[in-house]
């Protein structure tokens, strides 16, 4: 009578295989999921970022500012649209905080909104609207990251190259308080 032990060892070991393989693969998927997730969250970022850029610039070309507010809150949101990468944090903070300077002035909505000034009204809802929506793309997108980097920090990650040439993902940080409106 012949024995047929090792024909059920040999399909253990290829269902063992086969087990491991699906869950390396399901592993890599599940960390290419999330450095897109962290890519389309800095995509929506950068336009939130470029939206209060572009509303901060509405607010000090509509002559409702005095000239040096106006002058101020302009330069601030041209630097905040043309700042590098290394720099682009900085930047954005230094518009948080001149739309905060020129926003928190005592009677500045009543100023900008008298005579019942639609214009004033729509550009500050405009920018309201924009600053709110970079407050939680941050957010958004800095959870992304913590989700990336915890899944790039698992052992299986690491010792086989599943994360491939992909850059770990860096949080954004900046000053994103919105003004007082």
Known sequence: MMSYDWIIDFLFWVAAAFLVAVYVSWRATRLDRLHVRVETA?????????????????????????????????????????????????????????????????????????????????????????????????RFYNDAVSQARIARRKPLIRVLPLAGRAPLPGFFEIDDDPPGI
Do not use: M
Request: proline share 2%; net charge negative; charged share 25%.
């Open 42 to 138: 800095r995509a929506a970022l950068d336009a939130a970022l470029v939206r209060r850029a572009a509303a901060a610039l509405e607010l000090a070309a509509s002559r409702l500012l005095d000239p040096a507010a106006s002058l101020v809150l302009a330069t601030a949101a041209h630097e905040a649209r043309t700042a590098d990468a290394d720099n682009r944090e900085f930047a954005e903070s230094d518009l948080s905080r001149a739309l905060r300077a020129v926003v928190d002035q005592p009677e500045f909505v009543g100023a900008v909104t008298a005579g019942g000034a639609a214009e004033g009204e729509a550009v500050l809802d405009e920018l309201s609207s924009s600053a709110a929506k970079v407050a939680y793309a941050r």
